[in-house]
């Protein structure tokens, strides 16, 4: 059973950076696909990021191209999320996702999820 558990997030003015973890358990092996979604209360989610574990290849929304960077160490079992010029518009929750199965991007179900961390930006 995998488990994934967000720290990171925090409250910060736009134009700030921030640096979400993802630590996860269970055994992410080498086709997984992992990422991050954002949700705030009235809107859909939204899928921000994804990599496939082991490989180069990234999605990035485009609302957060050349802003955002999504990355994975492997000797720590740790996916980041490292957001950069925040706007007041990424203010989410922001959830770690996994999947052994499926096409890695947005527009899916994940089967594992973490429960959240949030992301405030003031203006």
């Known amino acids: 059973q995998v488990q994934l558990v967000e720290s990171g997030g925090g409250s910060v003015q736009a134009g700030g950076s921030l640096r979400l973890s993802c630590a996860t358990s269970?055994?992410?092996?080498?086709?997984?696909?992992m990422g991050w979604f954002r949700q705030t209360p009235g809107k859909e989610r939204e899928g921000v990021a994804f990599?496939?574990?082991?490989?180069?290849?990234?999605y990035y929304v485009d609302s957060v191209k050349g802003r955002f960077t999504i990355s994975q160490d492997n000797t720590k079992n740790t996916l980041y999320l490292q957001m950069n010029s925040l706007k007041a518009e990424d203010t989410a929750m922001y959830y770690c996702?996994?999947?052994?199965?499926?096409?890695?991007?947005?527009?899916?179900?994940?089967?594992?999820w973490g429960q959240g961390t949030q992301v405030t930006v003031s203006s």
């Open positions: 996702v996994a999947d052994s199965t499926g096409f890695c991007g947005a527009n899916r179900d994940y089967q594992y």
């Open positions: 269970g055994g992410t092996g080498s086709r997984y696909c």
């Open positions: 990599i496939r574990t082991g490989g180069e290849w990234a």
